[in-house]
């Protein structure tokens, strides 16, 4: 099972890429666990994760969520810009996967 979190300025807008996320997922026959949260939760979260994606209006803190990330030794890399903008699951999943180390 993946498990892959992405983050937010308040969890919304990453909502409708983990469904699209989800829905890529299934249809290559992975077993993924994927949802969003605000960036106030990030931290909290990514304890469940196996790795971290945020949003790019985010990007500014991605060094300090990778400081904490590094307690879970997971990744955390912010969500390539075409893909967040297009909404495209299929690219923002292969991206989780390369920093999985699965691609």
Not at 16 to 30: E, Q
Not at 63 to 87: H, P, R
């Amino acid at each position: 099972m993946k498990r892959i979190l992405l983050a937010c300025s308040s969890g919304m807008s990453t909502s409708l890429l983990v469904t699209k996320m989800k829905a890529h997922a299934d249809s290559i026959g992975d077993e993924a666990e994927i949802w969003a949260v605000g960036q106030d939760q990030a931290k909290k979260e990514m304890a469940n994760a196996d790795v971290v994606l945020i949003g790019p209006q985010m990007s500014f803190l991605k060094g300090d969520l990778q400081k904490e990330a590094t307690k879970y030794g997971i990744e955390v890399e912010v969500i390539d810009m075409q893909a967040y903008g297009l909404a495209d699951g299929q690219k923002a999943y292969e991206q989780a996967l390369t920093l999985m180390g699965e691609s």
